[in-house]
């Protein structure tokens, strides 16, 4: 069962939401500072930066495609949160980036990167997994990582140890939030996005948690 959370306090502003968030989300971790600049290719060969994303609100999460535990659950978990940003009428605001961190066979890696946007149904229209190109160093994109906080460290026998984090970063460029972890409630998250998107009113709207509650409910009930 998701949870409730009582909207009887209207936000008025972004330190609101986050304060309000902070009482009931224990995995969500605010903060203000630009975010690592990027400049990638995604699987259709074309590449894609962070300052062709200004204006938009950027989910992003690092990932090892080659993962079998930790990764496969963070892509149901951004499936989750994109399904509740379209529910929300969000898809033009908001951007999913996942980005590639393994140091094999680029070429392997697309072939991993295509077959995780399949098995995980997830919507191209506002979604993209970046990687870097053959020519680049098999460092770039875990160095990236790094640069957001998150280590992804090969172990010698074909795995990575690395953490699990999904960061928000705003329209302007400026990483906002960084939830941790599996077990961070989706409707949380999406609820941030909302507040930057439409204004911090707009998610303590009376029936807004209401919607989003029953829509993500019926969204784990289906899985």
Known sequence: MVAQVSTNAMAHSMEDVEASLNEKERYAQFVDQ??????????????????????????????YTRCTEACPLHMNLIRQLQTGVEEEGLS???????????????????????????????????????????????????????????QFRDTGEGVQVHGVVTHVIDPEGQMRARFHGLKFKPEHLVTYLTAIAKGPSAAADDGFWGRLHGRIEALLQSE
Do not use: C, S
């Not at 690592?36 to 962070?50: H, I, Q, R, S």
């Not at 938009?56 to 999460?61: A, D, E, F, S, Y």
């Open 92 to 150: 033009e605001e908001v951007v999913f980036i996942t980005i590639a961190t393994d140091r094999e066979d680029v070429a392997g890696t697309r072939r991993n990167m295509r077959a995780y946007g399949e098995n995980f149904d997830l919507n191209p229209r506002n979604w993209q997994f970046l990687y870097r190109a053959r020519m680049e160093p098999p460092e770039l994109t875990p160095e990236l990582a790094k640069a957001y906080g998150v």
């Open 34 to 63: 630009p975010a690592p600049e990027f400049d990638l290719t995604g699987v259709d060969g074309n590449t894609l930066a962070l300052a062709d994303l200004n204006g938009k609100t950027v989910v992003l999460n690092f990932l």
